[in-house]
């Protein structure tokens, strides 16, 4: 169970792209090529780097609600959730209706298990027509379902993620994954092909399809996926739990 939860949450997507609220000047050019430089180091996964920059655009135009929101979501990486609170509470009176910060912010809430409050911003975001990341926050919104313990409004939302997106891969998974807790094997088996046709196998994936296979009684394909997580994960939890299942048939 701990090895399924670390892989859900680390399954949230943000939005991370710049929207401009610079007034024009030298200095508000300065303070957005400082959160442009602030979120390459974010995208890469370094916020202790990234957040230097945003400190430096906030110095330089305190009103840019990027510099804000990409400080609360770094913040929010390195698990310092005041600051992160902070920081996203002055994005959000910048810019109210900023679907992307919304986005993130529901994210956040959910980090701090505020399940019905993350709920709130992410259906705000699913309601505006103008956002371009729909799927993203369906998925958001999926996830969080899913870790408050509501299986059924997660699957309802990772639906509704590859509606908008078929080959959203982590939607897929999620749907293969709820589906077989649901012992809808064969729904899981289309859900995980579907995954695999858009995603590389890892060792979560290849335990799934082994549980899947094994509860449809297919032998042959168990030891199909099973030689493949023997060969490429070894070492993971996956792997051990698969040799414990095994010895217990």
Known sequence: MRVVIVFLLSLFVVACATTGSGTGSDEDSAAEINVRLGLGYLQQGRPQLAISNFKRAIE?????????????????????????????????????????????????LCDRQQYAEADKYFTEVLQDKFYTSTSEAFENAGLCARQSGDLKLAAERFRQAVEYD?????????????????????????FLQRYFSVAQANAPSLWLAIRIESALGNNNEVREYATALHKS????NEAKEFKIFWENQ
């Open 60 to 108: 330089l135009d305190p009103r840019l609600a990027d510099a804000h929101h990409y400080a609360a979501e770094s913040y929010r990486r390195m698990k310092q959730y005041a600051r992160a609170d902070d920081h996203f509470t002055r994005a959000l009176k910048l810019a109210p209706k900023d679907s992307a910060i919304k986005n993130n912010y529901g994210v956040y």
């Open 166 to 190: 078929e080959d959203r891969a982590r939607s897929l998974y999620q749907l293969a994954d709820l589906s077989f807790i649901a012992e809808e094997h064969v729904s899981a088996r289309a």
């Open 233 to 236: 994960f070894s070492g993971s």
